[in-house]
């Protein structure tokens, strides 16, 4: 069987001209219409966009994706292509996702949405920033940029068990996941959406897990107001551990000791004499590279009360959020030499979360495909 492609070229400059702003093209073909990719910047159907980008985000370079799509598609797409192509289905899903995120965090502001508090169990929010390296210095001549990764699931979606020795195991089986480069002014935006597609306003209760940076206790603050923040132990432990090892200039027999027993002081709720063991370091020059660990508990000082916590259950580790940087970022955007363009790295990063989120159908596909065909019909 054989075709003759038909292809419209402009018979003049004037003509190429106006085609070429009106339309971003140079030449039509009917044939494009027909299989539903005029308009679109390849001569791909949507569906097989669709599957070139989800081997992009699944490989751990453009490269490996072009052989996975060989072996599994059975079609030569080089590996530029495979890029140019995974940018534009993940600008899409950005751009659909900035939408979402501003609708809902408009219908906050306008009290607009509802929170009838009608379903048992704790909602979990967990939160983290981690640095990627991007092509684009920033003022002070930096190359890195902060990602930040938002986790979100409830208990309606663990599933605990005891293993053989008697031991409390449990498994995620369901959470979403979100990702941002840039302000925690827009990033809050996303992690809201986020969470009310997973019921927030529905549970009774709310715990927002993070390593205690400032800007996440103020963004907890303002738009998950009544929410109980823990600030997670073993990030925790690691900081007094850097402290102790400062303050005791790395002699393991002294740090090791010290740190243990404040890490246990802790995890009992014994705050309040830990901090007046700390107060003569209180305005101690550490340097940049080690927390003062009494003003980074002074600071969380109302979200480290783990007696309290695990007798309700609560989780008190964030290790499913460091699990999920590690999952979403470094295995795919942190490998070694790599450097990305921003807009680049968030249509990645977009499409990431969407597959480990198990929302690729829902989120990337059926919208994707509906949009290119409607562009193609316009054309």
């Not at 900035?98 to 219908?107: K, M």
Request: aromatic share 12%; with cysteine; glycine share 6%.
């Amino acid at each position: 069987m054989s075709y003759s492609r038909y292809t419209l070229i402009p018979r003049n400059t004037k003509s190429k001209e106006l085609l070429w702003q009106k339309y971003n093209i140079k030449s039509t073909a009917p044939l494009d219409s027909y299989l539903g990719v005029a308009g679109l910047p390849f001569k791909i159907t949507p569906s097989a966009m669709v599957k070139i980008a989800y081997w992009a985000q699944n490989q751990s370079s453009y490269q490996r994706a072009e052989d996975a799509i060989s072996e599994a598609m059975h079609i030569n797409v080089n590996d530029d292509t495979v890029r140019q192509v995974t940018n534009y289905v993940g600008g899409i899903v950005f751009q659909n996702d900035c939408q979402r995120a501003e609708e809902t965090y408009a219908d906050l502001e306008r009290c607009k949405l509802d929170f009838p508090y009608d379903r048992k169990g704790v909602i979990y929010i967990e939160t983290d920033g981690a640095a990627l390296n991007t092509r684009t210095k920033d003022d002070e001549g930096s190359t890195w940029r902060e990602n930040k990764l938002g986790e979100v699931f409830s208990t309606d979606n663990i599933h605990f068990w005891n293993n053989s020795k008697g031991e409390r195991q449990h498994q995620i089986t369901k959470k979403e996941y979100v990702s941002y480069i840039g302000s925690v002014s827009e990033f809050k935006k996303h992690l809201l959406a986020c969470a009310i597609r997973n019921g927030y306003g529905r549970f009774k209760e709310t715990v927002v897990l993070s390593d205690g940076a400032t800007w996440i206790r103020n963004m907890v603050d303002e738009i998950f107001h009544g929410a109980q923040q823990i600030l997670d132990y073993y990030h925790l432990c690691e900081n007094v551990n850097d402290f102790a090892k400062y303050i005791f200039n790395m002699n393991e027999s002294k740090y090791k000791p010290w740190a243990a027993d404040v890490c246990d002081s802790l995890r009992k709720s014994q705050h309040e004499q830990v901090l007046l063991d700390l107060r003569q370091y209180a305005s101690k020059n550490l340097g940049s590279s080690t927390v003062n660990l009494y003003t980074y508990i002074s600071n969380n000082v109302n979200n480290i009360d783990y007696v309290t916590y695990e007798s309700k259950g609560y989780f008190i580790g964030s290790g499913a959020i460091e699990s999920g940087n590690k999952t979403i970022l470094q295995d795919r955007l942190k490998r070694a030499g790599m450097r990305w363009n921003v807009a680049t790295a968030q249509a990645m990063l977009s499409l990431k979360t969407k597959a480990e989120s198990g929302l690729w159908f829902t989120d990337v596909e059926t919208p994707f495909v509906n949009q290119c065909f409607a562009i193609s019909e316009r054309a």
